[in-house]
């Protein structure tokens, strides 16, 4: 035994002083992601610097999480967004809604494949309005065998494969008309559902991304600069305004202000609103494209301001109904998540609890004022990621701050910044005006091809029926 218990000793000692140098050689570095490079050639001379931008080097980490990332931001859409909106409308439409987010998932995916990336993310053409054909057909997206070297060339975004950057973008792609029909819910065909998705991801979505994510883009760089960091302008001003127009184009339920339509399961609704909350993590933190600190100050962000808007949208109608609601309280949530979107790359996370609370109590009176308005905005499309998404990019002129983006001048208006005020007011200006004529101009057009609503008859029936032939409740 004593003879064993020595040979263990010799080993160890042996495997510690061949350790050694290693262990001293990390303690004395930083930690860097390994790469092929790194580990196949060693001893090559360093690359020029064109060289070295052409071949940067994979982030496994980085990878990882935006994989993740992407993960969660598709599962906002469904199960989240549909149980949301689904519980939300009457019994005889749960279906209908839920059809409109599951079948988004699939085309939303495949425009973005052919062509909707390109137009967001390549190079400028027309003057900047819009992207190139440089991505069409994922050219320039995907892997590839280069034949002289005898190795695969995989096209990069930063220090992530750009098929990840694509799929990551598209998950945006995919939400953003999902939460349009929220407007239109209990009354649109969906036949002109699906026609009008595309078209209005086509010649709005694509290049309002254009012009606020790409690198040239004129709300990106430049003179009119603006901060959006996960979609204010993009997702949320986009859809909310399109919203609007909508219900106003397309005009109010059968009913509407004459009998009640009550939401017909809160639970589902409730359930929803968990996953989004969840899902936006994603969408946030996310959009850092890297596992950093700007992605960790983008998570507590989100996490803070959805928990003050829970807090005050509940306690607003505590206080002014008597009762605080379930449906309130998730609204709340969703108007802070909305509100913090485009800021939680730009302020600190005390600064997402006030962004929560405002957000909360706008959107709260916006949702409150709608029936005095004549609008019949069914699921409050434009109540909560209009209003929300408004506040949130103003809001993030007033407290981004140099300690957030790393930046040694003056970032938002309390650092003594004005412009940066200035710019987000015309990135939201542009971003309504885009979405407002640009969503005209589709439901005029689809109006007099196809019509844009279901029959009475098939209203009163319900979009379960009329629309998909199957019913969501069945009780024998």
Same mark, same amino acid.
């Given at each position: 035994?004593?003879?064993g218990v020595r040979t263990a000793l010799a080993v160890c000692l042996l495997l510690g002083l061949s350790l050694n140098p290693l262990l001293a050689q990390?303690?004395?570095?930083?930690?860097?992601?390994?790469?092929?490079?790194? &580990?196949?050639? $060693?001893?090559?001379?360093?690359?020029?610097?064109?060289?070295?931008?052409?071949? /940067? $080097?994979?982030?496994?980490?980085?990878?990882?999480?935006?994989?993740?990332?992407?993960?969660?931001?598709?599962?906002?859409?469904?199960?989240?967004?549909?149980?949301?909106?689904?519980?939300?409308?009457?019994?005889?439409?749960?279906?209908?809604?839920?059809?409109?987010?599951?079948? @988004?998932?699939?085309?939303?995916?495949? %425009?973005?494949?052919? #062509?909707?990336?390109?137009?967001?993310?390549? $190079?400028?053409?027309?003057?900047?309005?819009?992207?190139?054909?440089?991505?069409?057909?994922?050219?320039?997206?995907?892997?590839?065998?280069?034949?002289?070297?005898?190795?695969?060339?995989?096209?990069?975004?930063?220090?992530?494969?750009?098929?990840?950057?694509?799929?990551?973008?598209?998950?945006?792609?995919?939400?953003?008309?999902?939460?349009?029909?929220?407007?239109?819910?209990?009354?649109?065909?969906?036949?002109?559902?699906?026609?009008?998705?595309?078209?209005?991801?086509?010649?709005?979505?694509?290049?309002?991304?254009?012009?606020? #994510?790409?690198?040239?883009?004129?709300?990106?760089?430049?003179?009119?600069?603006?901060?959006?960091?996960?979609?204010? &302008?993009?997702?949320?001003?986009?859809?909310?305004?399109?919203? @609007?127009?909508?219900?106003?184009?397309? =005009?109010?339920?059968?009913?509407?202000?004459?009998?009640?339509?009550?939401?017909?399961?809160?639970?589902?609704?409730?359930?929803?609103?968990?996953?989004?909350?969840?899902? #936006?993590?994603?969408?946030?933190?996310?959009?850092?494209?890297?596992?950093?600190?700007?992605?960790?100050?983008?998570?507590? /962000?989100?996490?803070?301001?959805?928990?003050?808007?829970?807090?005050?949208?509940?306690?607003?109608?505590?206080?002014?109904?008597?009762?605080?609601?379930?449906?309130?309280?998730?609204?709340?949530?969703?108007?802070?998540?909305?509100?913090?979107?485009?800021?939680?790359?730009?302020?600190?996370?005390?600064?997402?609890? %006030?962004? =929560?609370?405002?957000?909360?109590?706008?959107?709260?009176?916006?949702?409150?004022?709608?029936?005095? @308005?004549?609008?019949?905005? /069914?699921?409050?499309?434009?109540?909560?990621?209009?209003?929300?998404?408004?506040?949130?990019?103003?809001?993030?002129?007033?407290?981004?701050?140099?300690?957030?983006?790393?930046? $040694?001048?003056?970032?938002?208006?309390?650092?003594?910044?004005?412009?940066?005020?200035?710019?987000?007011?015309?990135?939201?200006?542009?971003?309504? %005006?885009?979405?407002?004529?640009?969503?005209?101009? %589709?439901?005029?057009?689809?109006?007099?091809?196809?019509?844009?609503?279901?029959?009475?008859?098939?209203?009163?029936?319900?979009?379960?029926?009329?629309?998909?032939?199957?019913?969501?409740?069945?009780?024998?």
């Amino acid at each position: 035994m004593i003879t064993g218990v020595r040979t263990a000793l010799a080993v160890c000692l042996l495997l510690g002083l061949s350790l050694n140098p290693l262990l001293a050689q990390d303690a004395d570095s930083t930690v860097e992601p390994a790469t092929v490079a790194d &580990t196949a050639a $060693p001893e090559t001379a360093p690359a020029t610097e064109p060289e070295a931008e052409a071949a /940067a $080097p994979l982030s496994p980490a980085d990878t990882a999480w935006m994989l993740v990332s992407s993960a969660l931001v598709l599962m906002m859409t469904a199960p989240g967004l549909a149980l949301f909106y689904s519980g939300l409308v009457r019994k005889k439409n749960v279906l209908g809604v839920m059809m409109q987010c599951v079948f @988004l998932m699939g085309l939303m995916s495949v %425009i973005w494949a052919l #062509w909707g990336y390109s137009l967001a993310f390549a $190079p400028d053409v027309m003057g900047g309005i819009v992207g190139g054909t440089d991505y069409v057909l994922m050219n320039n997206v995907l892997p590839t065998w280069n034949t002289s070297t005898g190795s695969i060339d995989v096209p990069m975004a930063g220090s992530i494969p750009r098929s990840v950057h694509m799929v990551f973008q598209m998950m945006f792609f995919i939400i953003t008309p999902a939460l349009i029909c929220g407007a239109f819910a209990e009354r649109m065909k969906f036949s002109t559902m699906v026609v009008f998705s595309i078209l209005w991801g086509t010649f709005v979505y694509c290049p309002l991304a254009h012009w606020v #994510w790409s690198d040239n883009g004129w709300l990106f760089t430049g003179e009119y600069a603006a901060f959006d960091f996960a979609g204010g &302008t993009v997702v949320h001003i986009s859809s909310g305004f399109s919203a @609007l127009v909508c219900s106003l184009v397309i =005009g109010r339920r059968l009913g509407y202000g004459q009998e009640p339509m009550p939401p017909h399961n809160l639970t589902y609704t409730c359930i929803g609103a968990a996953l989004l909350w969840v899902g #936006w993590f994603g969408f946030n933190a996310g959009s850092a494209l890297a596992a950093n600190a700007l992605a960790a100050n983008a998570f507590v /962000a989100t996490h803070l301001a959805a928990a003050a808007g829970t807090v005050a949208w509940a306690g607003a109608e505590w206080i002014l109904r008597g009762k605080p609601t379930i449906l309130g309280a998730c609204s709340g949530a969703v108007a802070g998540l909305v509100c913090i979107t485009p800021a939680c790359g730009a302020v600190t996370p005390l600064s997402g609890i %006030i962004l =929560g609370v405002v957000a909360a109590l706008a959107c709260y009176y916006a949702c409150t004022v709608k029936t005095k @308005l004549g609008y019949d905005d /069914a699921l409050d499309a434009f109540g909560v990621h209009g209003v929300g998404g408004m506040v949130g990019a103003l809001l993030t002129g007033v407290f981004a701050t140099r300690a957030v983006i790393g930046n $040694p001048e003056a970032q938002g208006l309390l650092e003594g910044n004005a412009r940066q005020f200035v710019n987000q007011g015309v990135g939201v200006l542009a971003a309504a %005006i885009l979405a407002v004529v640009g969503t005209l101009i %589709i439901l005029k057009l689809l109006d007099a091809v196809m019509g844009l609503r279901v029959t009475q008859q098939e209203e009163l029936q319900g979009l379960d029926l009329s629309q998909h032939g199957e019913e969501g409740y069945i009780f024998l």
